[in-house]
């Protein structure tokens, strides 16, 4: 028999409210946590499967060490310097020895991971103030850096029986970790992205009049959905733009503590009717080419004027068979026959490229 029946009913009656309850509280506390995800360091993050990032590989060279070149200011600028001399060889004038000068520098590259191109319908506010639902294109991706950089060393000089320097020894090419081993650096390690989007109606993904290109947007609101959404191993202020991505030096990763840097780059607006598509990564490394067409520099204006200059890029193809009215991200595949995944090119920086508008 129950001694208590008027005890427990009442109890028995309120349990399915408190359980209600104790539910709401826990999902309040949760979208507290997820919202202050940027403050507060989660005591564990998840394991990704294999397979969910693309690590692309380094690609390093002794070339990129070094260059010859002419220097123009004083070939072209000053023409006077062209002379034979009787007393000595004319290898040994200015003029010939500005032809063919060897430049040198040392070279950083940093590794870039990433995960799928993917899709994402984010409220993004207006001029007018009100919210507008929009597709944004997004990649989440990762820097590391590896260390082992390039950069030139020049050996012992040799002399002559008399004490005198003969010349310079040879240079050799050595690994490095810090900026300051390295030949003509400018200081830490950072990743300074440049990201370019560029869509194509052709497979050859040739540039022409139907093609368009987008440079990456800031978007906040979308920056925010993704972080929550991708749930990369990092805080939410540890999960950058392509503006804050580049405040701080990348660490060199040594042994097993790999020191990652997690990014994310987003566009908006995109032809939602393309094909083919590819990105261009420019900020991965130092490495870059230079000349100085025949004619364009004009010696009564700055050194250097007329130079062209190309940077190394990464490019990444892509290949989206889908349709304009139903965009779906796991219709963007990351290839396309007749192209590598991805390609290391020189291009030059985004601001040389002739403008390609939007289609209307």
């Given at each position: 028999?129950?001694?208590?029946?008027?005890?427990?009913?009442?109890?028995?009656?309120?349990?399915?409210?408190?359980?209600?309850?104790?539910?709401?509280?826990?999902?309040?506390?949760?979208?507290?946590?997820?919202?202050?995800?940027?403050?507060?360091?989660?005591?564990?993050?998840?394991?990704?499967?294999?397979?969910?990032?693309?690590?692309?590989?380094?690609?390093?060279?002794?070339?990129?060490?070094?260059a010859a070149h002419n220097v123009v200011e004083l070939i072209e600028g000053?023409?006077?310097?062209?002379?034979?001399?009787?007393?000595?060889?004319?290898?040994?004038?200015?003029?010939?020895?500005?032809?063919?000068?060897?430049?040198?520098?040392?070279?950083?590259?940093?590794?870039?991971?990433?995960?799928?191109?993917?899709?994402?319908?984010?409220?993004?506010?207006?001029?007018?103030?009100?919210?507008?639902?929009?597709?944004?294109?997004?990649?989440?991706?990762?820097?590391?850096?590896?260390?082992?950089?390039?950069?030139?060393?020049?050996?012992?000089?040799?002399?002559?029986?008399?004490?005198?320097?003969?010349?310079?020894?040879?240079?050799?090419?050595?690994?490095?970790?810090?900026?300051?081993?390295?030949?003509?650096?400018?200081?830490?390690?950072?990743?300074?992205?440049?990201?370019?989007?560029?869509?194509?109606?052709?497979?050859?993904?040739?540039?022409?009049?139907?093609?368009?290109?987008?440079?990456?947007q800031i978007i906040p609101a979308a920056r925010r959905a993704i972080y929550?959404?991708?749930?990369?191993?990092?805080?939410?202020?540890?999960?950058?733009?392509?503006?804050?991505?580049?405040?701080?030096?990348?660490?060199?990763?040594?042994?097993?503590?790999?020191?990652?840097?997690?990014?994310?780059?987003?566009?908006?607006?995109?032809?939602?009717?393309?094909?083919?598509?590819?990105?261009?990564?420019?900020?991965?490394?130092?490495?870059?080419?230079?000349?100085?067409?025949?004619?364009?520099?004009?010696?009564?204006k700055e050194p250097g004027n007329g130079r062209k200059f190309e940077y190394?890029?990464?490019?990444?193809?892509?290949?989206?068979?889908?349709?304009?009215?139903?965009?779906?991200?796991?219709?963007?595949?990351?290839?396309?026959?007749?192209?590598?995944?991805?390609?290391?090119?020189?291009?030059?920086?985004?601001?040389?490229?002739?403008?390609?508008?939007?289609?209307?």
């Amino acid at each position: 028999m129950d001694c208590c029946p008027m005890i427990q009913a009442p109890f028995a009656n309120r349990l399915p409210c408190l359980v209600s309850v104790l539910f709401s509280l826990c999902l309040a506390l949760l979208a507290s946590h997820v919202d202050r995800a940027g403050a507060e360091t989660p005591q564990r993050f998840r394991k990704l499967v294999p397979g969910v990032e693309n690590r692309i590989p380094l690609q390093r060279a002794e070339e990129e060490t070094h260059a010859a070149h002419n220097v123009v200011e004083l070939i072209e600028g000053e023409p006077e310097l062209e002379w034979t001399p009787e007393e000595f060889e004319k290898t040994k004038t200015l003029h010939s020895k500005a032809q063919d000068v060897l430049f040198r520098r040392g070279v950083w590259q940093l590794q870039f991971t990433h995960k799928p191109l993917r899709l994402i319908e984010v409220d993004i506010p207006q001029p007018d103030g009100k919210m507008k639902r929009k597709v944004v294109w997004y990649m989440v991706y990762r820097i590391t850096n590896p260390g082992d950089h390039l950069t030139p060393v020049e050996g012992d000089h040799k002399p002559l029986p008399s004490g005198d320097p003969l010349h310079p020894g040879e240079h050799e090419i050595q690994n490095v970790d810090s900026h300051e081993h390295m030949m003509a650096s400018i200081g830490k390690h950072r990743f300074v992205p440049t990201f370019l989007l560029r869509t194509f109606d052709n497979d050859r993904l040739q540039v022409d009049g139907k093609t368009v290109q987008y440079m990456d947007q800031i978007i906040p609101a979308a920056r925010r959905a993704i972080y929550i959404r991708e749930r990369p191993n990092c805080t939410y202020d540890e999960f950058f733009d392509s503006s804050q991505i580049s405040a701080e030096p990348v660490p060199v990763s040594s042994g097993r503590d790999e020191i990652s840097r997690w990014g994310v780059v987003t566009w908006m607006d995109v032809d939602s009717a393309t094909d083919y598509l590819t990105i261009q990564i420019m900020g991965l490394t130092n490495a870059y080419k230079w000349e100085d067409p025949a004619g364009e520099f004009d010696p009564k204006k700055e050194p250097g004027n007329g130079r062209k200059f190309e940077y190394k890029t990464l490019q990444l193809n892509f290949y989206r068979p889908g349709d304009a009215l139903d965009q779906r991200e796991e219709e963007i595949y990351h290839g396309l026959e007749g192209h590598l995944k991805h390609e290391w090119l020189y291009r030059p920086a985004p601001t040389a490229f002739v403008p390609v508008h939007p289609r209307s």
